[in-house]
């Protein structure tokens, strides 16, 4: 390579990991192909039109210890888009709605006793706190939970959330993993007793515009409908990439795209890093979402512990983000083997029209202006105690591969914040080389 020839990088996945990872190398002077096999950039935090409006396919929101969020949204100019709004959350138990999320709705709460409710308080307050997970990666949530809180309280509070999240994976978590989940909207709070979290004005595709402008002015290449069909190495060394049968040279390629399609793609991958992939298992999502005429509830986020309902929670978008309609999604997750996860998606979507009728005994179906469904499938990866050594290396053993997904944000929670730090990560290490 001459001393002036640029570095070339291909990109697989156009979701904000991919499009971070391609904006930060091509503003180190990098030629850069960002190949998308969807007709749209954005990935889960892609948007949809549902009776004329624009949403997500997926629930987005943002929180106060999101830095990596802020800097992007400073850096494109947008910082002014971000919005903040008091929340509220709820919990329905026992058929019945109930506060929750402050210290007098967890007080008022009657499915506890006295002593539950400050075990419980004292947890949420010590998640906050830590700043180093990595003693609780070795940790099992579960007895975690039950020596915090108490077998009533784990019960009550979260024996469901697994189960319905998780299924027969329901006691394999780290404590890790949960914490940084508690502390993270624990930290997003403007007292104690508000919780405050973040949206963007225009959704997400504000954001997704914003970065591909960026990427598209530095001499970026998107490469919509453009899946890589193989993963070229030779020797142990990257050739580059296989495209509607041609060979596509890249001294370096970042994969962003779930690691089980890449081990697909890269068949010569290094046995090791092939058998990391394959012990770790994910957990499918059916996210239905619902545009309707009056609200739900006042809560953006409503846990669920009721044994007639299968999702853990509901969340009404529009309580965060004041649209002219409300706007509600409800998660149905589970392993993708499960027959349920091949159901049709008004299956799912009559399901849920049943629930809100028991959410709010005021709902009629006239409410339904229009709804949908949208499933994926690695949506959760089961994060297991000891996941930091389970994980395989962000730099491959194959010279000039880097490869990442969301089992990498570990312990952190999925967000596109979490999403944007490994993208930058990734060009990090990328940028040092093969070695």
Request: positive net charge; glycine residues 8%; hydrophobic residues 40%.
């Amino acid at each position: 390579m001459s001393a002036t020839a640029k570095r070339t990088a291909a990109i697989l996945g156009a979701g904000p990991m991919g499009l971070a990872a391609a904006y930060e190398l091509l503003k180190a002077g990098w030629a850069v192909d960002l190949y998308e096999r969807d007709q749209r950039i954005g990935g889960m935090s892609a948007s949809t039109e549902i009776d004329g409006l624009k949403i997500e396919r997926y629930y987005h929101f943002i929180c106060k210890p999101d830095e990596t969020t802020f800097e992007y949204l400073r850096e494109l100019g947008i910082a002014d888009k971000l919005r903040w709004v008091d929340t509220k959350m709820g919990f329905y138990y026992a058929g019945r709605m109930h506060e929750w999320g402050n210290p007098i709705a967890l007080l008022k709460f009657p499915g506890l006793g006295l002593v539950s409710k400050l075990r419980y308080g004292l947890h949420a307050l010590y998640a906050t706190k830590v700043s180093d997970w990595r003693a609780l990666d070795k940790v099992g949530a579960t007895p975690w939970l039950k020596k915090w809180v108490g077998e009533r309280a784990y019960d009550v509070l979260w024996r469901s959330l697994f189960e319905l999240k998780f299924f027969e994976y329901k006691d394999s978590l780290s404590a890790a993993w949960l914490g940084t989940r508690i502390k993270r909207v624990g930290l997003s709070r403007k007292s104690m007793f508000q919780e405050r979290l973040g949206y963007l004005e225009g959704g997400s595709d504000t954001l997704l515009d914003a970065i591909e402008k960026k990427i598209r002015g530095l001499g970026g290449r998107i490469l919509l409908k453009s899946g890589a069909e193989k993963v070229e190495i030779e020797g142990g060394e990257l050739r580059g990439i296989r495209v509607a049968g041609e060979l596509r040279p890249y001294d370096t390629v970042v994969s962003t795209i779930p690691l089980p399609y890449l081990v697909k793609l890269a068949p010569e991958l290094p046995k090791a890093e092939r058998d990391k992939v394959a012990a770790i298992v994910n957990i499918g999502v059916v996210c239905a979402i619902f545009k309707l005429k009056h609200s739900v509830s006042p809560n953006f986020w409503t846990n669920i512990n009721d044994p007639s309902m299968a999702i853990p929670g509901l969340i009404e978008y529009s309580n965060l983000n004041p649209l002219p309609c409300t706007i509600v999604y409800a998660p149905f997750y589970m392993p993708v083997t499960h027959p349920k996860y091949k159901l049709p998606k008004e299956a799912f979507i009559e399901e849920v029209t049943g629930y809100l009728a028991k959410l709010n005994p005021a709902f009629d179906r006239s409410w339904i202006l229009a709804a949908n469904a949208f499933r994926y499938e690695f949506a959760q990866t089961v994060c297991t105690p000891n996941f930091y050594d389970a994980l395989p290396p962000m730099k491959s053993a194959v010279r000039g591969l880097f490869l990442a997904d969301t089992s990498h944000y570990y312990p952190e929670d999925r967000s596109i914040s979490e999403s944007m730090r490994l993208g930058r990560e990734l060009a990090r290490l990328a940028r040092g080389g093969g070695h």
